[in-house]
């Protein structure tokens, strides 16, 4: 008898004891959080139709949904591969009649397609919020506040959320008017901060001087230093970019006034979920950590592809992450 090798696809894993009454304990932390600042908390299907999940959804996403054939109904099936989308269609659904805003937790599996081509997936464990129906950027500050005590909860003391806000970006890209695939060269420079093809692309492109305050911006990130520089109107001469401008700085002064921006950075090239997020994003780093700990922002698009349009805020912690985090602190 040939006895089968067994073993486990790729990106996932089995999680023994001891490391699951650690996790649990740290997801009751969480939970406790969340319901302390009044987030209700939901529980969503594993499965779900692909044309609903992906509704909305940014383009990477798309590209790494784990998808099969429903036998019964020949429509296509998405394992979960975020919780967003299924707290957008839980309210567009459930509480079109309710009082706004709604404000939303969860914890659970996600998975996805691995971004490398090894053909495997990816199992996440997140926890998370969504705030459903407020368009302030008070809004904003109040879901990065969240972040913050629920990191400070869960014992970490050396971490940075960087903010920034996608039309930032958009406004000097707008500007410079590029063909599609000078932007997406522009937009790849920028995530990995290349200024050398920058400055060749500023050069030679028609248009390309309005490129030129990436130079001086893309390694900038701090605090009120980078909000309030001096030379800002003379390198920043669109309305979308200055708009941007006003609204990440109230949303400092926000989080100032709550006494927490010894938490937060400022970074004005962040271009994660550029094609998804319309307003704030921001991002947890933790020292001696590479990975991002937790990433949010604001998606005021997302619920109008479930026909109820209304604006959105919130973010996800990854939990594994987190718990490396606290294990190298000590």
């Known amino acids: 008898m040939v006895q089968t090798e067994i073993t486990l696809p790729k990106g996932v894993r089995d999680v023994l004891p001891e490391r699951t009454a650690k996790r649990n304990a740290l997801i009751r932390n969480i ?3 969340f319901e302390g600042c009044d987030y209700r908390e939901v529980t969503t299907p594993f499965l779900e139709y692909l044309d609903v999940i992906t509704q909305g ?15 019964a109904t020949g429509r296509s099936l998405s394992l979960r591969p975020d919780f967003t989308p299924q707290i957008a269609r839980i309210v567009a659904t459930h509480y079109r009649e309710k009082k706004k805003p709604v404000r939303l937790s969860y914890h659970g599996s996600v998975i996805r397609l691995a971004e ?5 997936q990816k199992e996440l464990y997140q926890a998370g919020v969504e705030l459903i129906g407020a368009p302030s950027p008070d809004a904003d500050a109040e879901v990065i506040s969240l972040a913050i005590e629920l990191l400070k909860a869960s014992g970490l003391n050396d971490f940075k959320i960087a903010i920034g806000q996608v039309d930032f970006v958009r406004g000097i890209l707008d500007e410079a008017d590029l063909s599609q695939s000078d932007r997406a060269k522009v937009l790849d420079a920028i995530s990995k901060r290349d200024s050398t093809l920058l400055n060749e692309m500023s050069t030679t492109l028609t248009h390309g001087d309005l490129l030129i305050p990436f ?20 390198l920043i001469t669109n309305q979308r970019s200055r708009d941007a401008l006003d609204n990440i700085r109230t949303v400092y002064e926000s989080l100032k006034h709550k006494n927490l921006s010894n938490y937060v950075s400022v970074d004005l090239c962040e ?12 991002e947890g780093f933790v020292n001696g950590v590479g990975s991002a700990i937790c990433g949010g922002g604001r998606y005021d698009n997302l619920l109008a592809s479930f026909g109820y349009p209304s604006p959105a805020t919130g973010f996800a912690i990854d939990l594994d992450i987190l718990m490396l985090a606290i294990e190298r602190q000590g």
Do not use: P
């Open 116 to 120: 490398d081509a090894s053909g495997g």
């Open 57 to 71: 959804a940014g383009k990477d996403l798309k590209k790494r949904v784990v998808k099969f054939t429903d036998r």
């Open 271 to 282: 271009i994660r979920g550029f094609d998804y997020h319309t307003g704030i994003i921001f």
């Open 31 to 33: 939970v406790s959080v």
């Open 215 to 234: 130079q001086t911006l893309l390694y900038l990130f701090g605090g009120e230093d980078v909000l309030y520089r001096r030379d800002e109107k003379k």
